[in-house]
């Protein structure tokens, strides 16, 4: 069980990623500018959940693949997995330290400057299906960083557009 549990789905709909997105987009705002800096649990938690399980352990991620996107009138859009999970591990990254920074050091606009990263990055992924962490995981395959055998059918999409 543990292992169908830490798996991260491949693909992955577009759809349901640029919905997440756009949650993370409204915590973002509501940290940012409602002075809500208690979303930065959910919001780090969230990330993390879904950089272990994808939707699996995500309360956000769960609302938007068993409500949201089936009551659309949307196709799903088949994507590959590990850019968008490289993505996630990126607004893990982001969030955890923001909440380090807000909670454990008292460092609130440092916290803010890197959700105002995250704010961007996520309305760039919900707004026009643009992930900067599919970009990143895309150079990092055509210089070798990460190896081809890491997402098959990402090969052709380390040269071409990663959408």
């Known amino acids: 069980m543990v292992s169908t549990l830490f798996r991260f789905p491949n693909p992955v709909n577009e759809v349901s990623a640029r919905l997440v997105a756009g949650g993370v987009v409204l915590m973002a705002l509501g940290a940012l500018l409602g002075g809500q800096m208690w979303l930065l649990v959910p919001l780090a938690y969230g990330f993390v959940a879904r950089v272990l399980?994808?939707?699996?352990?995500?309360?956000?991620?769960?609302?938007?693949?068993?409500?949201?996107?089936?009551?659309?009138?949307?196709?799903?859009?088949?994507?590959?997995?590990?850019?968008?999970?490289?993505?996630?591990g990126i607004g893990a990254a982001i969030s955890v330290t923001a909440l380090i920074l807000h909670v454990?050091?008292?460092?609130?606009?440092?916290?803010?400057?890197?959700?105002?990263?995250?704010?961007?990055?996520?309305?760039l992924e919900s707004v026009f299906a643009y992930c900067i962490g599919c970009?990143?995981?895309?150079?990092?395959?055509?210089?070798?960083?990460?190896?081809?055998?890491v997402c098959e059918s990402c090969n052709n999409l380390a040269?071409?557009?990663t959408r």
């Open 53 to 88: 399980t994808g939707p699996t352990l995500s309360p956000l991620g769960q609302l938007v693949t068993r409500v949201v996107t089936p009551r659309l009138d949307v196709a799903p859009k088949p994507v590959p997995g590990p850019p968008k999970r490289f993505a996630q």
């Open 104 to 123: 454990g050091l008292g460092l609130t606009g440092a916290a803010q400057s890197l959700l105002a990263i995250l704010l961007v990055a996520a309305t």
């Open 135 to 149: 970009r990143v995981f895309a150079l990092l395959m055509r210089w070798g960083v990460i190896p081809a055998s």
């Open 159 to 161: 040269v071409a557009d």
